[in-house]
């Protein structure tokens, strides 16, 4: 019995000195430079509210944070390329529904599990989507837009560059009867671009992204997908009375994620300091200037949120009518 009590003994400490260097890392965390992927690219409401929050996180933590786009295949480039990255904390991505409310309904097939291959770290804010077209269009409203199909005949298009805008202008190109034609993109600067070249006629946006285009008149925005008036927008009717469907209700969420299996101290470092930059004053204060709706949330709370989103988008997606990839 002493024999094998010894070797147990030696056993142990074996093991203890095996994961002793893993343990001194989590507890000086973090000791090299964070990467900071985004799904989107450069000038999407993510990358602003990434290059945001990295700055302030870089000087909370002490290291360098570098932010990377990897933008491609509505965010499963990104997704992908974090699912596999080392679970140590210095790899986390800015992720939104796209990624991981949407995409599970929209491609027959995806290489991650929104849920089971991701660490939830924290909440950050929700994006108000607003119908936008052309600021050379002969519409003001809503209704002048569904009126210009009807009495002129007009074929119309609606581009989207992430899932949110697809499946809110699915959902609107439905419940008006407008027929219109999907033309997807990379991304949604590419897409105002279009829209305002005349070469799309509508397409659903957040204000983040379009905010200079809507002031400087080349884009003009007729209604907001939330199911009742934003105070980001307090004027602009919703498209859920303006087409009396009251279930028309479509806001994006973003949130920080790290690879499935994050050690708990590192876990709670990092949504710490998150939750921390996402509800100071300045930074809620940069978020409602750039058209975005401060919604921060820690770890524990998040993961169930994800959770009960990912099943709220695949009803969305349903009723409308988008067949998934």
Known sequence: MEKITIRSLIAACLGLAAVA???LAQEGYPQQEIRFITAFSAGSA???VARLLAERLQKNLGQTVIVENKPGASGQIAADYVKNAKPDGYTIMLATNTTHSANPYLFKSLRYDPVRDFTPLAQICNFPFVLAV?????????????????????ALSYAYGNSTGQIAAAAFDKAAGLNATAVPYKSSPQAMTDIIGGRASFMFADLAS?????????LKILGVTTKERSALAPTLPTIAEIINKPTFDLAAWVGIFGPAGM?????KRLSDEL?????????????IKMGAEPTSAPAEKFGPFVAEQLKIWGEKVKEAGIQPQ
């Open 263 to 267: 050690p708990p101290p590192i876990t």
């Open 210 to 218: 379009a905010g200079a285009y809507i002031e400087s008149g080349k």
């Open 275 to 287: 939750v921390k930059i996402a509800s100071s004053d300045d930074m809620q204060k940069r978020l």
């Open 46 to 48: 993510s990358d602003i």
């Open 134 to 154: 052309s600021g050379t269009l002969p519409v003001s409203t809503v209704q002048e837009l569904i009126n210009h199909k009807k009495k002129d005949g007009a």
């Open 21 to 23: 260097p893993y343990a």
